[in-house]
């Protein structure tokens, strides 16, 4: 039993009226201050291709990322999942309109965003993790090299309720209306085979990747991506994002990538009463102009060989160790695609809010590993907990229209 | 749990006065039928038209009378003690909301209806406003049109069906009877163990007894739903007695609880026997046990001193079964893909509910499942819930 449920009309017609006029009135008022070349921006990203979208795609304003537990009976199971979810998936980004049925059956859409649902640059991107190539799915001989479960770093306080999962799906557009109804659609398309394990929405200002534009900031009030390489070239996201034919993987890899999340909440009240110049020091930039510190344009490049000491750079700040602009260490460089989150707050009355960080590479090794066991012992740790996220390998993409996300993961070779 | 035939507290319909009123868009006219709008002409085969206003103190006329079949309220909004938008409302005695409408200061439009013969009453203005009482004679207005199934057949099972509450009824007073015994006798392990079954027949039957929502407070509310926590004197009924004996472990205190859940059962089954139950209520009250049995068990909230919320769930799932049992012959007669379905799910419950069953009855202690275990339970109630809701579709019933 539960109290304070209203009578028919509180959910049925009256109501639905008058949300919906509330919901037509924000949109006109969003519109009117011309959104015109937001618009124009928004689009329908196609589906298919070699790679999975939401990766080299350029940073939507927001995102659900979402980890499940797959109960699929076995192998046949698992395929039917991700031949709906492909369905589903493709219909959702090519801006299907949902068929209608007998008023007397529940709808097929949830019309969050309309019966037409608009260009959104929404994109879906479904990973797999270690767990998925246990013995139920007969997929051991199949696991990627170096997918296994996310090691607990020294800073970490793992969450189990946070933490890795079978499948993960990432849901990026521009509006969280958009990303809510696709994860409503998705779930429900597959619920007889996926169950929520832990999921977080995020933010961030647009198109943060490349092309020109200002890095976003983190809710630490920092420019964040800055040294990001460029999504936009082709040969670059090859060298560094791409799993190759011909790389010490199972064959049927090739054109994923390995995707490492990381649910990292900022102390934020500690943060903000923290001294301006403290802050920068162990960023290692300035936090007005995001250069890096004794330098004029973000962009700089630091030559931290030059201060063997940590006289300009402390030597425990995040940049100096997250990217030391070694010749060794490019190798070492990932293509970061994080969200903000905020969470509410925490039973001692502080806000919990930080970074939904998600990162892609070719090697988990050469990437996320070795940058976050360099970042072991930052003088940020103080100020961060890494609670939950997982390890997973985003599938390679689906090239025909009748191909579905399995067909990879299951081809013989 | 949210059963969407329940009467809400005076408050919360003011509330959506309010919050109608700040939408500032009048809807327009309306048809309200129960079931799919087909022919519209009355039994007598002519258009039955009656002209109700809302005033600050009820309906004028306050005794009304019309023929079954279709019936038009020409409604004019006459309420002057308050801007705010007021309400027509048509409901049974069960009470079962036929209409329920709002109208803007001076506002006229007209409320079509498909009512068939009884009494029935109208709310105007203000919730809280003296009802008026409409009494519907003749033959016709039932809203059998739509129905895909045989009628006949249907209300057979409607009454195997009450039958089969009303036996529930029956074994929860006595189930209780008991329980109340061992509270007196002092008797705590003796009390714990017919805790269980004085909840089992609730359980199985929640989306009928839950019509009552004041029985539904006394009865069965949560702790949560009270803001001072386990000892708040409105916590009363089974949890609170869980509370006593199994986190407090006493029964000091529980006598008067117990007395006065062995009232409210007997209000409950005098409210109960009163009404007749209808196709609806009973075909949708399996999708409404599994709903409540994803959302109310699984997390283990139901029964949270006794670690018995398995048998709550499996009593949902219980109850749930019955009804598409008695059903499977018209539903496999309409839409065999999805009896199929629902027997596949249903199937894979009991097998999910049987890895933890102790063999006597009980199941496993809640705390001892993980997330893990949990997960296929999850996806399994989530697929019956979502063929479930699809039943009455197939039946040609409208879910009220």
């Known amino acids: 039993m539960r109290a304070g449920v209203s009578r028919r009309g509180f959910l049925g017609g009256s109501a639905v009226a008058v949300l919906s006029t509330a919901a037509g009135g924000s949109v006109l008022a969003s519109c009117s201050k011309d959104a015109s070349a937001d618009a124009e921006r928004r689009q329908r990203i196609g589906f298919e291709g070699v790679h ?96 296994r479960p996310m090691p607990t770093f020294p800073n970490d306080k793992p969450d189990p309720a946070h933490l890795h999962g079978d499948v993960v799906i990432q849901i990026c557009a521009e509006t969280p209306e958009m ?114 510190l004794g330098m004029t344009a973000e962009t700089d490049v630091p030559d931290f060989a030059a201060d063997p000491d940590g006289k300009q750079f402390r030597l425990d700040g995040h940049i100096r160790l997250a990217n030391p602009r070694t010749a060794e260490t490019e190798r070492n460089c990932i293509l970061r695609r994080g969200y903000n989150y905020s969470a509410g707050f925490d039973k001692a009355g502080q806000l919990d809010q930080g970074l939904l960080f998600v990162c892609f590479q070719r090697s988990l090794d050469d990437g996320f590993i070795a940058v976050q066991n360099r970042l072991n012992g930052e003088a940020l740790e103080e100020y961060i907990t890494p609670f939950g996220g997982g390890l997973f390998f985003a599938l390679p993409g689906v090239t025909t229209a009748s191909g579905s996300f399995a067909d990879a993961l299951f081809a013989s070779s | ?133 409409l009494t519907i004679t003749g033959e016709g207005g039932e809203n059998t049109a739509a129905v895909t199934v045989d009628p006949a057949a249907l209300q057979a099972n409607v009454d195997v069906y009450t039958t089969y509450v009303d036996d529930q009824m029956t074994d929860m007073v006595a189930s209780n009877a008991a329980l109340y015994d061992a509270i007196v006798r002092g008797d705590l392990a003796d009390a714990q163990a017919l805790y269980m079954p004085a909840r089992v027949q609730w359980e199985r039957i929640e989306p009928v007894a839950e019509l009552f929502p ?57 409210n109960v026997h009163g009404i007749s139950i209808d196709a609806s209520t009973m075909i949708n009250g399996a999708a409404a046990l599994i709903e409540e049995a994803a959302t109310g068990k699984i997390t283990g909230e139901e029964e949270r001193y006794a670690g018995t919320s398995l048998l709550t769930f499996a009593s949902n799932v219980e109850g749930a079964k019955e009804i598409v049992d008695l059903n499977a012959d018209l539903l496999r007669g309409v839409n065999p893909t999805l009896y199929a379905a629902i027997e596949q799910s249903f199937a894979a419950i009991d097998a999910g509910l049987a890895e933890y069953a102790n063999g006597d009855g009980t199941y496993a202690h809640y705390d001892t499942l993980t997330d893990a275990d949990r997960a296929p339970l999850q996806a399994e109630l989530a697929t019956l819930s979502e063929d479930l809701s699809a039943v009455a579709a197939a039946f040609g019933l409208e879910v009220s």
């Not at chain 1, 037409?116 to 139920?136: C, E, I, K, M, Y």
């Not at chain 1, 534009?213 to 009030?221: K, M, Q, V």
């Not at chain 2, 702790?223 to 004197?233: I, L, R, S, Y």
């Not at chain 2, 009924?237 to 004996?245: D, I, K, V």
Request: overall charge negative; hydrophobic content about 40%.
């Open chain 1, 179 to 292: 990303c809510n109804h696709t994860l409503r659609r998705l779930m429900r398309a597959t619920r007889d085979s996926l169950v929520l394990k832990w999921m977080l929405p995020g933010f961030t200002q647009p198109n943060t990747l490349g092309t020109g534009r200002a890095s976003p900031r983190n809710l630490l009030g920092f420019k964040d991506g800055t040294a990001n390489p460029n999504h936009a070239e082709d040969a670059l996201m090859d060298e560094l994002v791409w799993v190759q034919a011909g790389d010490d993987e199972p064959a049927w890899t090739a054109g994923g990538t390995y995707q490492a999340i990381r649910l990292i909440r900022n102390r934020v009240e500690f943060w903000d009463r923290t001294p301006l110049r403290t802050q920068e020091t162990i960023i290692g930039r300035d936090k007005a102009t995001g250069a890096p």
């Open chain 2, 1 to 133: 749990m949210h059963n969407r035939l329940r009467i809400a507290p005076a408050t919360v319909a003011i509330a959506l006065v309010t919050l109608t009123a700040s939408c500032g868009s009048d809807e327009q006219s309306s048809d309200i039928s129960m079931a799919a709008p087909t022919a519209s002409s009355s039994a007598t085969g002519a258009a039955v038209t009656r002209a109700v206003r809302l005033t600050d103190n009820g309906c004028e006329p306050t005794s009304l009378t019309a023929p079954a079949g279709d019936v038009t309220f020409t409604v004019t909004n006459a309420v002057d003690g308050t801007d705010l938008k007021s309400e027509f409302e048509l409901l049974t005695k069960e009470p079962k909301i036929i209409a329920e409408e709002f109208f803007a200061q001076g506002e006229q439009r007209d409320v079509k209806v498909r009512v068939p013969a009884g009494d029935y009453e109208l709310i105007c203005g203000a919730p809280s406003n003296p009802r008026a009482a």
């Open chain 2, 214 to 270: 004041d029985s539904d407070a006394v009865l069965d509310s949560r702790v949560d739903d009270f803001e001072a926590g386990p000892t708040d004197p409105a916590f009363t009924g089974w949890h609170r007695l869980e509370y006593l004996m199994f986190d407090q472990r006493t029964l000091d205190g529980a006598e008067p609880f117990a007395a006065e859940l062995l009232t409210n059962i007997d209000v409950l089954v005098t």
């Open chain 1, 52 to 147: 999975q979208q939401g990766i080299v795609t350029p940073a939507q304003q927001h995102a659900i990322v979402v980890a499940f537990i797959c109960v699929a009976a076995d192998a046949v199971a698992l395929q039917v999942m991700f031949r709906t979810l492909t369905t589903e998936v493709r219909d959702l980004m090519s801006g299907a309109v949902a068929p209608t049925l007998d008023p007397l059956l529940a709808p097929v859409d949830n019309l969050i965003v309309g019966v037409q649902p608009p260009a959104d640059n929404l994109t879906v991107t479904v990973g797999v993790g270690a767990s998925l190539f246990d013995d139920r799915f007969g997929l051991r001989a199949r696991t990627p090299t170096q997918l």
